[in-house]
């Protein structure tokens, strides 16, 4: 064993075959998020501080609502995609499956909660 290259170590151990579409959805989300989390910023700082009925009026126009929705699902994505990959390097056995499947429905129901929310007050 000791006489084994790298490659023959390596040989039939094959490749996950989907770390590149994980890496390309993590870098889309990355730029949708370096474009998004500004314009959040920017749209959400002029009601920062006001009365709840103002900050309701402000998101029942349409522009801040699709910006604050679109913001809330691509952090969410993003969250998912990055605790995933920590969880795959940290944790191991039958914990690391269930701590996958926890994490991914609660990046989800924070998802779907968000934007109930938002589209409660817009609609």
């Known amino acids: 064993m000791a006489y084994l290259t790298d ?17 390309w959805s993590m870098m889309v989300s990355s730029v949708g998020l370096a474009i998004l989390i500004p314009l959040f910023i920017f749209t959400f700082g002029p009601v920062l501080g006001s009365s709840h009925a103002e900050v309701v009026d402000y998101f029942a126009r349409p522009f801040p609502a699709i910006v604050a ?39 989800y129901a924070i998802a779907a909660t968000g934007i109930f929310a938002i589209a409660r007050i817009a609609l």
């Open 7 to 23: 490659r023959k170590r390596a040989e039939g151990m094959g490749s996950a075959k989907s770390g590149t579409a994980h890496h």
């Open 69 to 107: 929705a679109l913001t809330i699902a691509a952090s969410m994505m993003h969250f998912k995609g990055g605790v995933q990959t920590l969880i795959e390097d940290y944790v191991h056995g039958m914990a690391k499956k269930v701590t996958i499947i926890l994490m991914i429905c609660l990046s």
